[in-house]
């Protein structure tokens, strides 16, 4: 067990064996974390796992090219030459399969991913045979070999990272509107063609340089995981953007970190098992778009509509046995209230707990139900809303009066003061004044 | 080049994976879920390993299941974080099958210093040894992988023709299918259920990423010749067996021109599969790049009113 000392040293960087790999991954989980929002907002996650998957044969021949011109074939730079031109080929296969067949993008990348794989395979198998050089660390691509990494390693990854973050925030402008919309983008003379190309090129260059460091299968989640957690942080581009580099980047620096400390633990595994951690906190609790928020939210408007529609119901009771005078608040039995609306019996009584609960009921014998005082007012003031929605909606909708009490019903709930107070305005005159009486007495002037 | 009964067993398997493959492969194509292919071979990984951790053996039975499993929890997490977090499927199936194929490497590198589970296996597979493996029926050898597909195929085959018209019409038209009262979502689950199983017995054999060629690629090929199910369904049969026999063949012969020794077939049968698409992709009768050219030369479209008032 590492002691204190030791995972502050990894952590701050201080460990000289460490320091690079930790940094890269970092790096490289910021420039992923970049790329992959705009791949994630244009729903094309898994090209990145198409493209990953093509990269292999292009490593493997590069080697064998490598060899035989009297290389070592090892070079980092000329291996991730190939990765990069076989990824190319992989995509343009994709995107000639989407444009000249009916199959659909699925098919498409499953097709690309699965059959340049294997190309990948037989020609690994191949080049391991070439006697003289040996091919076994090409395989460290697939699962990645993070503790192999030298200072020019480290200078490839960390410029390439650099570069594809900054070429994605400066045409953050331009991505964003090929993303959202990019008919319009099109429309308005946008080079979409070229803009897309940049993109996949991003990714490219983002996947190409992961290889090294966390394998051709892990990089994907480099890819997906960080803009997915981001999206549930925010609903603007621009925080989603901040917040996907720093889920890669602290992903990458304590992944990295925590495979320093424990021996046997592989680099890329831990990246995307903390990646995940962070996803599965943002899915549940991130207070924009996050599950648990979510349903809180849902919850209050639930109880918000079921209080609404029985404080409404309740006034339509005492009005009707008001019968045309002045509607006083009176008891009313339980079952004039379960037939107003169809919930069960069950239903309406938890509702009415609840009721009881917020003093809208007073307490009386069982069986009879009367409301209270606030609660009474309350209820005028809810079914007088619902009242000048209906007229609103006949007036200026045209919905039909047979109709209008159901439409009412379904968008009454989530009416503010606001819209209350311009719906009176609109409507002077259509209601009959339910507005309290004037005072009988003179209010002392605030100046005396 | 000499052909052994080890290269016609080798086909045979190779032949029966593929078969076994094509048919659930049909669907997953048809419904455009070809991708959940690819993340349930990826994340059978976890499921091989804690089976074996578990077990302590290399046994099938334990292995099967575990792997199955894995497959099914893919599906069902992809759905719920579909469902509750409102995330694109593609998002959802990468997240997923990139936790669960770490958490599986995580548990197989714990666990290497005694056990001999290699994730390369699983990848690539070991086509080549399969025949080596043998289980005496009725006085005859046969591979153990031979049987285990062949059993898978028959599985995959039973259940299509009992379901057949059910997942027929949940596979165009899922909501009508909901009405009619065949659930879609049950059969949704049938079809990952044996889309794991299927993946489970042909990676052993062939590797996990080569199952999705065999999975993806004989169905798009088929739907590039035809657009009725049963013909589709036949033809990416065809497809698949022939993608099998050329692409061992293509192993014995294609790396001597470049003078290196051999290479694995099931590489060899991912390149077959792909360069038999590709014929039917330039040369399909109906959709073919070849046939739509000429048909355009034969009979030039008719110049419309709007072209002819613009020159």
Redesign the interface.
Known sequence: MPDFSDIFEVLLLQNYNTRLVVLSTTLLGIAAGLVGSFL?LR????M??ALS?ATLPGIAIAFAVMVSFGGEGKSLPALLLGATISGVAGIATMLL?RN?????D??A???V???F???????L???Q??PGASAAGL?SF??GKTAAMVASDFLLIALVAGAASLLSLLFLKEFLILCFDDGYAASQGWPTLFLDILLLGLVTAVTVIGLQAVGL??V??F???P??AA??WTQRLLPMLLISAFIGGVSGWLGASLSALTP???A???I??VA?VL?LVS?FFAPE?G?LPRFLNQAALRRKEDRQHFLRAAYEIVEEQASGGSVANRSFPFEALLAKRSWSPHQLRRILRVARREDHLEPTPPGRLRLSEPGFGEAARVTRNHRLWETYLIQYADVAPSHVDRDADMVEHILGAELVRELEAKLVGALPDLSVPPSPHPFPSPSA | MNWTSFDTWIVVVGALCALACALPGCFLVLRKMSMMGDAISHAVLPGLAIAFLVTGTRASVPMFLGAAIAGLLTALFTQWIMRFGNVDRGAAMGIVFTTLFAVGLLLIRRAADHVDLDPGCVLYGAIELTPLDTVSVGGLDIPRAALVNGGVLLANLLVLTLLYKELKLSSFDPDLADTLGYSSQFLHYLLMTLVAVTTVAAFESVGSIIVIAMLIVPPATALLLTHRLLPMLLLSAAAAVLAAVTGHLGAIVVPRWFGFESTTSSGMIALASGLIFLLAWLFSPSQGIVARRFRRALDPPPLSNTETETT
């Open positions: 994630l729903k094309r996650s898994l990145g796992d998957h399969i000249t067949t009916k199959l659909r699925d098919v990348m499953g097709f991913l699965s059959v794989f294997g190309v990948g395979v037989a020609s198998r191949m080049v045979d070439i395989e697939i699962y299968i892990l994907i989640a890819l997906i995981t803009p997915t999206r549930f046997q633990l592989p890329g595994a831990v995307v098992l995940a996803f899915l778009r599950v």
